[in-house]
């Protein structure tokens, strides 16, 4: 009978337990290492197929349209200017004159008295020798048809016997005929014989602003041609009495006032915006002040444009009187009853009636001292003058007067007819 030692058997049983547990931990151990190790390989490599099976959408960036490219104002003056310019011509004015030559003579009238006490004695004395052609004035105007319709001012053209020549900006010389001459405004339409020409654009005068930029393009003193002034509308509706060297004084309204500048010989050229499109028509320029200037509403000249391109002349209705619009002061100082209104009044000579002979006015029965208060019930006032409101019409149109005649208001009705 074999015997085993307790304690021996005790140590067996705790290393085999050891042993176990170790075997058991490796084999766990692997295998759980293992699944691990293939798993994570595996989800990827199926994701992976998964998305590649999948159509592939690309995000399409399209490109931002490039901004506008912002122009300075420098940059708009030099452009208008440019543009403007071919189009921009001067009118000379020109006239036969006689040519006087000096020579000395005898100052008695060759008396035999005076000879023999005087024979040496001889004086300056001047006789004509033929005549010349010279340049006697000088203009701005512009071109507004493709077939040579020129707009300028009145006045550079009203001398009815001179010869009128427009040099345009290639230096070249036209012939130029004058078509018509506005009898109210300082507007006149000159024709050269030349085709495709550039007109300027024309732009729309009621929609100037105070403040905005203006150019001005012209022949400055009638000496620097294309000379460009810039600067700002500076007034507007603005009411001026202008005159020069041979020509009567004139009263014009509604003008643009700027201080861009207008020189002698400048009248008649453009005034433009920054768009390049003309506003005004240069007029006047008031003497000893600093960068006062005017010019003709273009929407005025417009209609004169479009008279000459249908009829070959200007037309305007006409009433036949002279007036001064009423104010504050001429009530007070006149003892008036009224403070607006026309009133029916001669000129400063015999000749300027009140009321034209054979007028629509005169066969209504207008007289002098009327005072004319409304126009088919327009009131009439500075804003709204009477010349204004029958421009506004067209000849053979009938208007009704509002009069105050001796004190009693009375409605005359009144038929336009042709200013003559």
């Known amino acids: 009978m074999s015997s085993e030692n307790p304690q021996d058997n005790l140590k067996q049983t ?6 176990v547990s170790f075997v058991t931990a490796l084999v766990v151990g692997f295998v759980s290492g293992g699944a691990g190790s293939f798993a994570f390989p595996y989800w990827l490599k199926t994701e992976i197929g998964r998305l590649s099976e999948q159509p592939i ?64 004695f001889q004086v300056p004395q ?6 010349e052609k010279k340049e006697i004035g000088s203009g701005t105007g512009f071109i507004v048809s493709s077939d040579g319709l020129i707009v300028t001012n009145k006045h550079v053209v009203s001398d009815t016997e001179a010869e009128y020549t427009v040099l345009t900006n290639d230096e070249k010389k036209y012939a130029a005929k004058v078509l018509a001459r506005d009898p109210v405004q300082d507007v006149a339409i000159l024709k050269i014989e030349k085709t495709g020409l550039t ?23 009638g000496e620097f041609r294309n000379t460009v002034g810039v600067g700002v509308v500076s007034g507007l509706s603005r009411s ?51 960068s006062i200037g005017f010019a003709l509403p273009i929407n005025k000249a417009k209609k004169d444009i479009e008279d000459v391109k249908q009829t070959g002349k200007i037309i305007y209705p006409f009433l036949g009187i002279r007036y001064v619009l009423i104010t504050q002061q001429l009530k007070e100082k006149n003892n008036l009853s009224v ?13 300027e009636l009140a009321v034209t002979p054979g007028s629509p006015a005169d066969k209504a029965g207008i007289l002098e001292n009327d005072i004319i208060l409304e126009i088919d019930g327009i009131k009439i006032d500075k804003e709204r003058t009477l010349a ?20 009693a208001e009375k409605t005359v009705k009144v038929k336009l007819e042709e200013r003559k």
């Not at 001047?126 to 005549?131: E, I, N, V």
């Open 126 to 131: 001047y006789r004509q020798k033929g005549t």
């Open 14 to 19: 705790i290393l085999i337990s050891v042993l």
């Open 199 to 221: 007109p300027l654009r024309l732009g729309d005068s009621d929609k100037v602003q105070i403040g905005q930029t203006v150019i001005t393009i012209g022949n400055a003193l």
């Open 339 to 351: 403070d607006y209104g026309a009133l029916v009044t001669r000129g400063e000579t015999r000749e």
């Open 240 to 290: 001026i009495v202008a005159s020069g060297p041979g020509t009567p004084a004139e009263s014009i309204e509604g003008v643009i006032q700027t201080d861009a500048a207008i020189n002698p010989g400048n009248s008649g050229g453009p005034l433009l915006n920054l768009n390049g499109e003309v506003i005004g028509v240069n007029t006047a320029m008031v003497s000893g002040a600093q």
């Open 388 to 407: 204004k409101i029958i421009q506004d019409h067209k000849v053979g149109d009938e208007i009704a007067l509002k009069i105050l005649s001796k004190g």
């Open 57 to 120: 959408i690309k995000e399409i960036v399209k490109p931002s349209a490039p901004e506008a490219a912002v122009q300075t104002q420098e940059e708009l003056i030099v452009k208008v200017v440019k543009d403007a310019s071919p189009s921009v011509v001067s009118v000379i004015a020109t006239k036969d004159l006689p040519v006087v030559e000096q020579y000395f003579g005898e100052p008695f009238g060759g008396d035999e008295f005076f000879r023999q006490f005087f024979p040496e």
